[in-house]
């Protein structure tokens, strides 16, 4: 086995750098051609369409604790807290459940 001195390392380290920044100019170049802009819209298009089913069932499952959480942030960002423990308890005890800590 080969030993990995400092300046090795060091080498590589540079050789990692300087190919990370290419790909980054090149993707910054290509980021902007509508051919780019064409697979990528395609790809996100299929992406969607494929898991539509699969994001519908988990916010289904979900509903409960997606509603109870929208509503503890309406009440915390308006400032009436109390209102919403006194309010909700089942909501609180939900929350408390999906480890949202109040």
């Known amino acids: 086995m080969t030993e990995i001195t400092d300046p090795k390392v060091k080498k590589i380290l540079e050789q990692y750098e300087r190919k990370r920044l290419k790909e980054k100019e090149r993707y910054e170049r290509l980021k902007e051609t509508d051919e780019f802009k064409n697979k990528n819209r395609e790809r996100a298009r299929n992406h969607y369409n494929l898991n539509k089913e699969v994001k519908r069932n ?26 919403f423990k006194l309010k909700y308890p089942e909501k609180i005890e939900l929350l408390s459940s999906g480890n949202l800590f109040i």
């Open 58 to 83: 988990n916010y289904m499952e979900n509903r409960d604790f997606l509603n109870a959480r929208s509503s503890y942030y309406y009440y915390k960002k308006t400032e009436r807290l109390e209102d």
